[in-house]
């Protein structure tokens, strides 16, 4: 099949969804919302940094290599870093004093929301989707702010003893403070020396200083928590993201084990006694291996049914697994690398018991799907165009209003080196008696038992911006599949 084909098939597949995205009754989104102050930086604006800090200060903490920010000369050190490698860079802050010293020393260009799960909320509701119940542990009066305005979203909240949805404007906790992440950006050229080194940044990039306070709790209250099942009824599924910011141990003598506990009792209780609730797991970038490994193995498998990653992240996570061949092999860009995605997609769905395994890449996503999965590989396929054709339009608008932006993005080309990385692929499969080249274009049920579904993805050539997408990408697929579910009342 050639791109013409495929690009006929966008057309079909956004059609068919939006046709359909009205049988959702609703979503759970849960749990992390945070708001991003953005900054784009100038030559200038590091210089004065440079100054109040020091220069000796600076060079000894670069050589040091901050893993956490403490400071502000921990900060300007890995920005000098990340500058100097034009490589983008997530480092994390504990208290908020770093935020108070860039409010009164830099100040930001603009703020919007952040976090996975505040970002898939609105573009939910953006969508069209009916009940979209975002939950944020720390919901501030500033956080709210950032949810957009509309009836449909709302947030639980315990007054005189009952669960009741209200707008997160009129739902926050007036005493909580708010956790606000730093996007600072450089461009490509800038040039200046510092610490004794000439450089000019070889590349636009960013880096992210996430707040991570020590009130920060991946929980929900025990009132709240008993009357979850309340909202059961007005939802087909949940998206929960966040559990990176679960810590190993607390002051207060808690560990990682009570909140795996505490997470894995909420998606119990989602599900009640419906088996089949959609609930899908968006990973991302987990630096603790403990962490990652726990949320693999404890939270994801056998309460999850679908997860959604990048292939760095692929490769993260069949590592903490055990496969650490094979995550190399996925992120070496070698000529196998698009083979190992595929095999390593089989062994997270198989080893974690999921129904569906959804990893997106730059140029193709690749979806495996467990037999018992009860969409067939057309409705799965339209789902990740639609999901594809969604991420093209935020790419290029920055953000989605409406869905009828979605035109935007179909007017995207397929990238067609993404569909010669498929061909690789192909060419792999069939000659492994894996599928034949038929089934690979149409989806199959492979050799082995799994589903197997691929699509070669629209990319803009000059987004306007990029985060997000990744989870623009995810809540897509999830809530077209969501929008074909069969409907079976069982609670
Ligand atoms: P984030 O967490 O910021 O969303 P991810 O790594 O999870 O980042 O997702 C990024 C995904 O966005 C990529 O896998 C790719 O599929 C998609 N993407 C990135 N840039 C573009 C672009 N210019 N056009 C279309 N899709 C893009």
Redesign the pocket.
């Known amino acids: 099949m050639d791109i013409a084909d495929w690009e006929k098939r966008y057309e079909e597949a956004v059609f068919n969804v939006k046709e359909h995205i009205g049988n959702v009754q609703g979503v759970f989104v849960a749990y992390n919302s945070n708001v991003d102050a953005m900054k784009h930086i100038r030559v200038d604006e590091i210089k004065k940094l440079v100054s109040i800090i020091g220069y000796k200060n600076l060079r000894e903490r670069i050589i040091e290599y901050p893993r956490e920010i403490k400071d502000p000369t921990d900060f300007m050190a890995r920005l000098f870093i990340a500058m100097r490698d034009g490589k983008a860079a997530e480092v994390p802050t504990y208290t908020t004093d770093l935020h108070e010293w860039l409010m009164d020393n830099l100040v930001f260009d603009s703020a919007r929301m952040g976090g996975?799960a505040g970002i898939m909320s609105n573009l939910l509701v953006n969508l069209g989707v009916k009940n979209v119940i975002t939950y944020v542990p720390w919901l501030s009066r500033e956080q709210a702010e950032y949810f957009i305005d509309s009836p449909h979203l709302k947030h639980p909240v315990i007054e005189d003893g009952k669960l009741i949805l209200k707008h997160p404007k009129e739902a926050f906790d007036p005493e909580q403070k708010p956790k606000i992440n730093w996007i600072i950006e450089f461009s490509k050229g800038m040039r200046f020396s510092c610490a004794g080194e000439d450089f000019e940044v070889p590349r636009d990039n960013r880096l992210i200083v996430s707040s991570r306070p020590n009130w920060l709790r991946i929980d929900m209250g025990n009132d709240m928590y008993e009357q979850l099942d309340e909202i059961r009824e007005d939802i087909d599924g949940a998206i929960l993201a966040g559990y990176q910011m679960i810590k190993e141990e607390y002051e207060d003598g808690t560990t990682y084990v009570d909140y795996v506990k505490k997470a894995v009792n909420v998606i119990e209780r989602l599900k009640g006694c419906n088996p089949q609730m959609r609930i899908h797991v968006e990973f991302?970038s987990i630096q603790n291996k403990v962490i990652r490994k726990a949320l693999l193995t404890e939270i994801v498998k056998k309460h999850v049914t679908s997860l959604g990653?990048?292939?760095?992240?692929v490769a993260n996570a069949l590592n903490v697994l055990g496969y650490e061949e094979l995550a190399y092999s996925v992120i070496n860009k070698g000529e196998d690398s698009v083979v190992s995605l595929y095999e390593g997609a089989v062994k997270l769905l198989k080893e974690l018991e999921l129904q569906r395994v959804h990893i997106?890449?730059?140029?193709y996503?690749i979806c495996v799907v467990s037999k018992d999965h009860p969409l067939d590989a057309n409705i799965q396929r339209e789902a990740l165009l639609f999901a594809?054709a969604l991420?093209?339009t935020?790419?290029t608008l920055g953000s989605v209003t409406n869905i009828d932006d979605i035109s935007v993005g179909l007017g995207?080309p397929v990238?067609d080196q993404g569909y010669d990385d498929l061909l690789e692929l192909e060419k792999y499969l069939v000659r492994r008696g894996i599928c034949s080249s038929e089934d690979f274009e149409d989806g199959c049920i492979s050799a082995e038992g799994h589903g197997l579904v691929i699509v070669p993805?629209?990319?803009?050539?000059?987004?306007v911006a990029?985060?997000?997408?990744?989870?623009?990408?995810?809540a897509g697929a999830f809530i077209a599949l969501l929008a074909r579910m069969p409907k079976i009342n069982i609670c």
């Open positions: 996975q991302t990653l990048d292939t760095v992240e997106h890449s730059l140029g996503y594809s991420a093209a935020q790419a995207v990238y993805s629209k990319v803009v050539k000059d987004p990029t985060v997000g997408i990744g989870d623009a990408i995810s």
